[in-house]
Every structure is written in C-alpha cells, then in structure tokens.
C-alpha cells in the first residue's frame, strides 16, 4: 500500500486551533475527491485524548465541519517523521519544532508563510468568547483556501517522486 502525503497542523494545546485546522481541510479533501492525502494535528504542550474546547466544536458546526470523535494528541518525534509538511499556527510554533527537531525544518512552515498571505500567526481563542472562536474558524477557513493550491502542486510533486 502507498504512503499517503501527510500534513500536520501544529498549535499549543491541540484543543482549538489545529484541529480545526485539521477537521476544516479534511472537509475540502473531501469534497474534492482527493486521495493519497493525510491530515492529523498534534500540540507542542498537548496531553493525550482530550476533546476539542467546546468553542472550537461550536464554531465548526458554524462553518459545516464535523468534531465528533476528535482527541487531542502531543506533538512526537514519530508525528514529526511521518509528516511531509507541517504547518503551525505560530511562528513560535515552528521554532520549537526545529529546535526539538532540526532535521523537519525544511518541512515546516507557519500556515500564513506557506500560503504567502502574510496574515501573520492564527490567534489563539482559547478561553475567549465565542466571537473569538468564529474569527479563528473565518481566519483558518481563508488559509485553507489559500492551501489548496499549493498543496494540489505538492502532492502532484510526491506522486511524481514515488513513480521513479
């Protein structure tokens, strides 16, 4: 069976941000019928098996995205290894992974870095109001958008690379 091209979104405590992330390019995978593609997310200080914040499962049934189901998993050596690229909420983020992990540095981008939209880091709405849930779902939403294209180019890069 082939590898699937993996994608990791990366935030703090893997209870807002990247699962979201996760859940929300999930959705568009799907509905664009893609295959060979992984998503998965894991936090820098996650604990294992947590549900996602009840503002995060809020503001994804706004936007038709599904949470059911999903646990919070830390960030690992072995997470590292399987992703092709990993895209973190924060600038921060990223240099913790290439500071625990050198070698993934090449892979890893904050997600506003990848997509070039120069939006800067995804706040973090953990404990805020339910407004604050719903601006990071709008602001993931548009970097995801932004993602598609650039992930459709990556993964046609993978599949050549595994044909030779």
């Not at 983020?93 to 890893?108: N, Q, S």
């Not at 805020?128 to 709008?138: E, F, H, K, N, V």
Request: charged content about 30%; proline content about 4%; overall charge positive.
């Amino acid at each position: 069976m082939k590898r699937a091209f993996a994608v990791l979104f990366v935030c703090t405590g893997n209870t807002c941000r990247s699962p979201l992330a996760e859940r929300i390019l999930k959705a568009k995978i799907r509905e664009k019928g893609w295959k060979g593609v992984s998503v998965s997310s894991a936090g820098t200080g996650a604990i294992e098996g947590v549900p996602a914040s009840e503002g995060t499962k809020a503001a994804a049934r706004k936007i038709g995205v599904a949470m059911a189901g999903f646990r919070t998993k830390p960030l690992t050596r072995q997470r590292i290894a399987r992703a092709d690229l990993i895209l973190t909420m924060t600038g921060s983020h990223k240099a913790d992974i290439v500071m625990r992990w050198p070698d993934a540095a090449a892979k890893t981008y904050v997600l506003s870095e990848y997509t070039g939209s120069g939006r800067g880091a995804v706040a973090d709405p953990v404990g805020g109001p339910d407004s604050a849930y719903a601006r990071c779902a709008a602001d993931l939403s548009a970097e995801i958008e932004r993602l598609l294209p650039k992930l459709e180019r990556a993964l046609a890069k993978a599949r050549r690379r595994k044909r030779r």
